[in-house]
């Protein structure tokens, strides 16, 4: 089975640290994403990566970069973490097929900056 | 990107037919329809998808109007289990440094309470 493993379930940092949330993905997948969700707003497109250092903006790329050094690793980082950045954050991965693959998703990152 | 509109919330008998709407009259030729769920506390699974043609498998049925401009998630035998957040979304198909990819736009969603 495909697995998508996000590094923690729960994090709690402070406002103005340096955050980094950590993906893998063991099915060889190109692509992987990452959203964050919150009430309301449902899922929103953060950043997404079709290959090893590259990436896209998504829809709220602002105050969020990522890294991927390595196809099986993609890496949200929160450069100075805010209040307003407390969410669910959901990894996702799929293969570089076009439009007609599924994604698998993480069991997600709740983080809440305090 | 085409957007679709799902009703906020259903309800559904146990054992009976679970039939879920979703609206999208702006999309284009080259977008699937895809169908995820989401149960409390964990990410998204993905359902089903298709592009003109109704698909069935193991989990649920997908039927898209000719026109394509709707579709339905049909879950045959709801169970108590199904309860979930149901999202219709549209892969949008882009090309970026000459390959393809597939970018998931997710709206709001139905809540599906199935109930004894």
């Known amino acids: 089975d495909v697995k998508v493993t996000q590094s923690s379930r729960y994090l709690v940092k402070r406002t103005g640290e340096k955050v980094f949330l950590e993906c893998v993905q063991d099915?060889?997948?190109?692509?992987m994403f990452w959203y964050r969700q919150d009430p309301g707003l449902g899922l929103r497109l953060i950043y997404f990566?079709?290959?090893?250092?590259?990436?896209e903006k998504g829809d709220i790329p602002e105050g969020y970069s990522v890294s991927r050094e390595k196809k099986e690793r993609f890496s949200l980082i929160l450069e100075s973490a805010s209040t307003n950045q407390t969410s669910m954050y959901l990894c996702?991965?799929?293969?570089?097929?076009?439009?007609?693959?599924?994604?698998?998703f993480g069991q997600g990152t709740r983080l809440t900056v305090v | 990107d085409a957007k679709t509109t799902q009703p906020t919330s259903m309800d559904c008998a146990e054992g009976r037919a679970a039939n879920l709407p979703c609206n999208h009259s702006?999309?284009?030729?080259?977008?699937?329809v895809y169908w995820y769920r989401q149960i409390h506390s964990q990410g998204p699974q993905y359902i089903i998808h298709?592009?003109?043609n109704n698909e069935t498998n193991e989990m649920a049925s997908l039927i898209i109007t000719e026109d394509r401009k709707s579709s339905t998630l049909i879950l045959p035998h709801a169970t108590l289990r199904d309860t979930a957040v149901y999202y219709c979304?549209?892969?949008?198909?882009?090309?970026?440094?000459?390959?393809?990819?597939?970018?998931?736009?997710f709206g709001q969603g139905t809540i599906l309470t199935v109930h004894p």
């Open positions: 996702a991965s799929s293969l570089l097929t076009g439009p007609n693959t599924e994604a698998f």
């Open positions: 099915m060889d997948h190109e692509n």
């Open positions: 990566s079709y290959d090893v250092k590259m990436k």
């Open positions: 702006t999309i284009s030729g080259n977008e699937y």
């Open positions: 298709g592009l003109k």
């Open positions: 979304i549209l892969n949008f198909h882009l090309l970026a440094g000459g390959t393809s990819y597939g970018k998931l736009t």
